[in-house]
């Protein structure tokens, strides 16, 4: 996944168009356009939207108790309580440490920088099922550094704090870059220290990328699943997580009841998904 | 620099120490893995039918999804930058489901039209098309997880170096489809690449989806990720760790395109 895709765009200027654009005539669709944009509508209809509506209505098969049994299940409650939980202290870390390293990518410099630059995406690259080998083996039963944490709730925010290393960082880099420094220097030259200088000019400058990005990793961390599936044991009541109860659902073929539960993780996508947009509008008022 | 010497050296350690523990030492270690034992017997792990056809299936399904969401994203980022019309704000919102969505949550939904008791896998099944637990399902999958990536990239871009050119080609005389393949497509074709190799990297490595809907018949319906979950289960450490490396080596391929290509992406239509 892209963090420039991601937040390239949210941060700036969502739906609005760039300053300087020049304003078009509006409703002019030629009828090309209308067909493409016709058949591009059927697309995304027929691959996402037929298929997620199939959930949420399938979900109610069994009726609304049935629902309400699935989704209040003990071990259902148990698996969303812990997805939440760690994905929040995904975010939370993914807040400290994305910003920590955006700074020094952009504020420091240092040998091999632009190849640690680089490096960042790697978890974007990586197909989750491969990250979650690769965490295995350097914190897993065989590790070389005798560290263990195989099948453990930390494994789990392991693997999180890997998938959505470049969200954060990604986001906070391009306002770090355009960040005006003339109000950092007069805060020196007028004698603040460096951390009253950082929490009073650099970060409330950094507050809408940060939270756009952090909410981006909690939105990837609660459905995460690839990276989860070999070091976290699934033990239920303990480092078992929604996607992965949802999977098991799916095997033990009870459809009807994945369903109810993969309603849930939708309606927390959406609100997470409108959230960043909400955001994203905020970042961009408070650009001007 | 603003910063005393004293507090960018032990925040640069902070990061970098991060990045090492989180990132470097682990993926570097699934290399030392897999060639500690020597080059040959890796080669013969990702050598085998199984892993040959896993890879070609693999390469089969990226080839079909990611042309088709190029054309998609093109048409559909024209259309979010230059068209207004009724509905906009919401399809723009809805693009975004794929990234947000479990990949577990997509693979079910597909079961749920395209299984035997789905909408519509009944109908499907009678004139003899089976999509679960066959190649096509894994195809639908792969298309549903990478299908925002093209119109991500290329829709900022178009909005960036507006419609004057367009405009003006149109003025002249130059139809739909001249201005789009003389005037368009030259200023957003480092975008629409960027895209393709966002996009190729995601079906190549795709695994939740694939995973729910594949049913995981060796030498039919095993991709190469598939296949490193299946080799670690049945306890073929090396084996995982071979076909590992390989995908590793495809997302570090992957990181040298991104890098090659972003400059000239934010270069635009100079």
Redesign the interface.
């Known amino acids: 996944?892209?963090a420039?895709?991601?937040t390239?765009?949210r941060t700036t200027a969502p739906?609005a168009?760039?300053p300087g654009?020049?304003a078009?005539p509006?409703?002019?669709?030629?009828s090309?356009?209308a067909l493409?944009?016709g058949?591009?509508?059927l697309?995304?209809s027929i691959?996402?939207?037929?298929?997620?509506s199939?959930?949420v209505v399938?979900s109610l098969d069994g009726g609304l108790g049935a629902f309400l049994d699935a989704v209040t299940s003990r071990q259902a409650l148990a698996a969303l309580r812990f997805s939440v939980l760690v994905s929040l202290a995904t975010a939370a870390i993914n807040v400290v440490?994305g910003t920590?390293?955006a700074?020094?990518?952009v504020?420091?410099r240092?040998p091999g920088k632009r190849i640690?630059n680089?490096?960042?995406?790697?978890?974007?690259?990586?197909?989750?099922?491969?990250a979650g080998?690769?965490?295995l083996?350097?914190?897993g039963p065989r590790s070389?550094v005798g560290i263990n944490i195989a099948f453990t709730q930390a494994a789990v925010l392991?693997a999180l704090?890997?998938v959505t290393?470049p969200f954060v960082i990604r986001s906070v880099q391009p306002v770090l870059i355009e960040l005006d420094?003339e109000m950092?220097?007069a805060a020196?030259s007028l004698g603040a220290r460096?951390a009253t200088?950082f929490r009073r000019i650099v970060l409330p400058n950094l507050v809408p990328a940060i939270l756009s990005g952090a909410a981006l990793a909690f939105?990837?961390a609660?459905?995460?699943?690839?990276s989860i599936?070999?070091i976290s044991g699934n033990i239920p009541f303990d480092t078992q997580v929604?996607?992965?109860y949802?999977?098991k659902l799916?095997e033990s073929d009870a459809?009807v009841s994945?369903?109810a539960v993969?309603t849930v993780?939708?309606l927390v996508?959406?609100a997470?998904?409108?959230g960043i947009?909400g955001l994203g509008r905020w970042g961009a008022r408070h650009d001007r | 620099?603003?910063?005393?010497r004293r507090?960018?050296l032990s925040?640069?350690v902070?990061?970098?120490g991060?990045?090492a523990l989180?990132?470097?030492?682990?993926?570097g270690?699934?290399f030392y893995?897999t060639f500690e034992h020597g080059v040959g017997g890796v080669w013969d792990s990702i050598t085998t039918p199984a892993a040959i056809h896993a890879f070609q299936l693999t390469l089969e399904v990226t080839a079909i999804a990611v042309p088709?969401n190029t054309v998609?994203g093109i048409?559909?980022a024209?259309?979010l930058a230059?068209?207004?019309?009724r509905g906009k704000?919401l399809?723009?919102?809805?693009?975004?489901?794929?990234?947000?969505?479990?990949?577990?949550?997509?693979?079910?939904?597909?079961?749920?039209?395209y299984?035997i008791?789905?909408?519509l896998g009944g109908a499907l099944a009678d004139l003899g098309i089976q999509v679960i637990f066959s190649v096509p399902g894994i195809v639908?999958a792969t298309?549903?997880v990478s299908?925002?990536?093209v119109v991500?990239?290329v829709?900022?871009v178009l909005?960036?170096i507006?419609?004057?050119q367009e405009q003006a080609a149109a003025t002249l005389g130059a139809g739909?489809?001249t201005t789009f393949r003389r005037v368009t497509f030259p200023s957003i074709r480092w975008g629409v690449a960027?895209?393709v190799v966002?996009s190729v990297?995601?079906c190549?490595?795709?695994?939740?989806a694939v995973?729910?809907v594949s049913g995981k018949i060796a030498g039919e319906t095993e991709t190469?990720?598939l296949l490193?979950?299946k080799r670690?289960q049945n306890f073929d450490l090396a084996g995982?760790?071979a076909a590992?490396a390989l995908?590793?080596l495809i997302?570090?391929a992957?990181?040298?395109a991104?890098?090659a290509i972003k400059p000239r992406r934010e270069e635009g239509d100079a």
């Open positions: 996944m892209s420039t895709s991601l390239g765009p739906g168009p760039p654009a020049v078009r509006r409703g002019a669709l030629r090309g356009s493409g944009l058949v591009a509508t697309w995304l691959i996402v939207l037929l298929p997620l199939a959930v399938r440490g920590l390293i700074w020094v990518l504020r420091d240092f640690v680089a490096l960042i995406d790697l978890p974007f690259a990586l197909p989750t099922i491969v080998l690769t965490l083996t350097l914190y070389p392991l704090l890997f290393l420094r950092e220097e020196l460096n200088i939105a990837r609660i459905g995460e699943f690839g599936v070999l929604s996607s992965v949802v999977f799916i459809p994945a369903a993969s993780l939708l996508s959406l997470v998904l409108i947009r | 620099m603003t910063v005393e507090w960018r925040l640069r902070l990061a970098l991060y990045l989180l990132l470097l030492v682990p993926v270690l699934i893995r088709l998609f048409v559909m024209m259309a230059r068209g207004e019309w704000g399809v723009n919102a809805l693009i975004d489901l794929p990234f947000a969505v479990s990949p577990v949550v997509i693979g079910l939904s597909l079961i749920l039209v299984g008791d789905g909408w639908l298309i549903f299908l925002p990536f991500r990239e829709t900022p909005r960036e507006g419609d004057e739909a489809w960027y895209g966002l990297a995601r190549i490595g795709e695994f939740g995973s729910v190469l990720t490193v979950e670690f995982a760790y590992s995908l590793a997302a570090l992957t990181l040298l991104m890098t």
